[in-house]
């Protein structure tokens, strides 16, 4: 029978760890949280915000779902994005992509995936994402691999816009409030992020 046994017993020993390096390490936060940023990031198990970041517990925010998505009429996100901005005062979002991603490979091989015939949370979510991919899906690079790997930046990129439209974002920046927000993605061989974008301020429309 599989027990929860193992997951308790590595707790207990990281926060022995914690409180031998530092006995004052769960105080600081115990009674209210400060967090610098909010992570949007993919739910896959490999993208651990927090570790990859080296972010102890009270600095970051976290959201994380299939193939980071922002999608405006996800009330589990949007409520997440308002709570961040307004009563948390965050100052930075970060809305990471990771190479690899299973979200965005479904997305690519929906109409051949028995998700195009179902109706289901996770089949409109896979059929959102394969339109956010949009012309990008049209492009043919000189290996699967290449093809998925650049379909995630287009993913971040299109998640992105979404992000800086987003009306609690809006809502800060026309308010004077420091915000910034950056899309990356995670190379999983390396380990390391890279910036593909950044903004600062709402855009002034051509």
Same mark, same amino acid.
């Given at each position: 029978?599989?027990?929860?046994?193992?997951?308790?017993?590595?707790?207990?020993?990281?926060?022995?760890?914690?409180?031998?390096?530092?006995?004052?390490?769960?105080?600081?936060?115990?009674?209210?949280?400060?967090p610098h940023s909010l992570w949007i990031g993919c739910s896959d198990s490999r993208v651990p915000a927090?570790?990859?970041?080296?972010?102890?517990?009270?600095?970051?925010?976290?959201?994380?779902?299939?193939?980071?998505?922002?999608?405006?009429?996800?009330?589990?996100?949007?409520?997440?994005?308002?709570?961040?901005?307004?009563?948390? !005062?965050?100052?930075?979002?970060?809305?990471? @992509? %990771?190479?690899?991603?299973?979200?965005? #490979?479904? =997305?690519?091989?929906?109409?051949?995936s028995p998700l195009a015939h179902e109706d289901s949370a996770l089949a409109r979510r896979i059929a959102?994402?394969?339109?956010?991919?949009?012309?990008?899906?049209?492009?043919?690079?000189?290996?699967?691999?290449?093809?998925?790997?650049?379909?995630?930046?287009v993913n971040v990129l299109a998640q992105f816009a979404c992000l800086a439209a987003a009306a609690p974002?809006?809502?800060?920046?026309?308010?004077?409030?420091?915000?910034?927000?950056? !899309?990356?993605?995670?190379?999983?061989?390396? @380990? %390391?992020?890279?910036?593909?974008?950044? #903004?600062? =301020?709402?855009?002034?429309?051509?």
């Amino acid at each position: 029978m599989t027990t929860l046994k193992p997951l308790l017993a590595k707790n207990r020993s990281w926060a022995l760890q914690r409180r031998e390096r530092n006995p004052d390490y769960f105080e600081k936060y115990l009674h209210q949280q400060k967090p610098h940023s909010l992570w949007i990031g993919c739910s896959d198990s490999r993208v651990p915000a927090e570790v990859l970041t080296g972010s102890h517990p009270g600095e970051l925010f976290v959201h994380r779902n299939i193939a980071n998505m922002v999608v405006d009429g996800d009330d589990n996100l949007m409520s997440v994005l308002q709570y961040a901005i307004i009563y948390l !005062g965050v100052k930075r979002i970060v809305l990471c @992509g %990771h190479y690899g991603c299973g979200g965005v #490979q479904a =997305a690519i091989d929906l109409p051949q995936s028995p998700l195009a015939h179902e109706d289901s949370a996770l089949a409109r979510r896979i059929a959102a994402l394969r339109q956010a991919l949009g012309d990008g899906l049209s492009d043919e690079p000189q290996t699967a691999a290449e093809r998925l790997n650049r379909l995630v930046e287009v993913n971040v990129l299109a998640q992105f816009a979404c992000l800086a439209a987003a009306a609690p974002v809006r809502d800060a920046w026309r308010a004077g409030q420091t915000l910034d927000l950056f !899309g990356c993605v995670y190379d999983l061989q390396s @380990g %390391h992020l890279k910036e593909l974008i950044q #903004q600062s =301020a709402e855009e002034s429309s051509p």
